[in-house]
C-alpha cells in the first residue's frame, strides 16, 4: 500500500448516514454539530479507503486502526477533513490559508522561525508543521515552543510538493510534506 493522504470537503449529514455506522453517530453526540460533522467525515474517509475497519484510539489521544497493520493520522479545519494512511506510522494537519495566525504566534513560533522564508504564508506553515509533529510524535504535553522546531520551508512550485525540514525535541530531523492547495495549507509526514 503506497502512503497516502486524503483531503475532502466536510460531508452533508445525508452523505454521512450512508456511510457511516451508527456506533460512530452516537458517539459524536457529545460534540457541538461543527465538531459532528468534522469527525464523522473523517472517518467516512478512513472507511471508503479500508472498508469497515475499526477505529479506536491510543493512550495518548491519537486515532488507530484497531487490529490492522496500517496508520492513520487526522485532521479537519471549517470545512474540510484530512486523513493520512500508511504503513508507518504518520500524521497530518490542515489548515485555511485565511486562518490569522498572528494573535498566537508568540506562543508556538521561534523568532528564527518567523524568518523562515514561507512568503504570507509563514505563520500558517510553522503551525501545521507543529502541529503534525504532535501528533507524528504522541507524547503528552509537548510544548509546540520548546520542544518542536522548525529549521526550513521549501515552498511548492509546479512540479512538486514543498517540505518543511523539523525536529521534534532535539531529536532526528523530518521531513514534513507541505502542500499548498486553493484555500488549504497541508503538512503531512508519511
Request: with cysteine; proline share 5%; charged share 25%.
Amino acid at each position: 500500500m503506497n502512503a497516502h493522504c486524503i483531503v475532502s470537503p466536510l460531508l452533508t449529514p445525508e452523505e454521512l448516514r450512508q456511510c457511516v455506522p451508527d456506533s460512530d453517530w452516537n458517539a459524536a453526540t457529545c460534540f457541538t454539530l461543527r465538531r459532528q460533522i468534522e469527525y464523522l467525515t473523517w472517518r467516512a474517509l478512513v472507511y471508503r479507503e479500508l472498508g469497515a475497519v475499526r477505529i479506536g484510539y491510543d493512550r495518548a489521544g491519537g486515532p488507530v486502526l484497531e487490529g490492522s497493520p496500517l496508520h492513520i493520522g487526522v485532521s479537519h479545519c471549517s470545512g474540510y477533513a484530512a486523513v493520512a494512511i500508511s504503513e508507518n506510522r504518520c500524521a497530518v494537519d490542515i489548515e485555511l490559508r485565511s486562518r490569522d495566525f498572528s494573535r498566537a504566534a508568540a506562543r508556538y513560533m521561534t523568532p528564527q522561525e518567523a524568518a523562515l522564508d514561507g512568503g504570507p504564508l509563514t505563520r500558517g506553515i510553522v503551525w501545521c508543521a507543529k502541529e503534525t509533529l504532535y501528533k507524528y510524535a504522541r507524547i503528552p504535553a509537548l510544548d509546540l515552543l520548546h520542544d518542536l522546531s522548525v529549521e526550513r520551508i521549501g515552498l511548492p512550485d509546479r512540479e512538486a510538493a514543498g517540505f518543511v525540514a523539523a525536529r521534534i525535541r532535539n531529536g532526528e530531523p523530518k521531513r514534513l510534506r507541505l502542500e499548498l492547495r486553493e484555500d488549504l495549507i497541508l503538512v503531512c509526514l508519511l
